[in-house]
């Protein structure tokens, strides 16, 4: 079974960080475009980060400079590390790939 499960959210302050992982099953993550989509209340859902087989790693301008997309091809992987957090980047966090089910996701609220 093809399955993306999302985890590393939480409660942060204002310029804190946090790691968000990707675990996959059912795929390989180092032969397909992964990517990190979040949405927030209200909102719809949007595009964050990804990064292709041959590791080359885009970014929406909002977090460009910011956040960090990864890759553990040992671990099967992804991974999105986000630093100098603000309240606007609060949402559930997701993780995609291709025609793979939309997971739970991982809440990330940024708040003081």
């Known amino acids: 079974q093809v399955q993306l499960v999302e985890s590393g959210g939480g409660l942060v302050q204002p310029g804190g960080s946090l790691r968000l992982t990707c675990a996959a099953t059912?795929?390989?993550?180092?032969?397909?475009?992964m990517a990190w989509f979040r949405q927030a209340p209200g909102k719809t859902r949007e595009y964050v980060a990804s990064?292709?087989?041959?590791?080359?790693?885009n970014y929406a301008a909002s977090v460009k400079g910011r956040f960090t997309i990864s890759r553990d091809n040992a671990k099967n992987s992804v991974y999105l590390q986000m630093n100098s957090l603000k309240p606007e980047d609060t949402g559930v966090y997701y993780c995609k790939t291709g025609i793979v089910s939309w997971g739970q996701g991982t809440q990330v609220t940024v708040s003081s």
């Open positions: 990064i292709t087989p041959g590791g080359t790693t």
């Open positions: 059912g795929i390989i993550v180092g032969d397909n475009i």
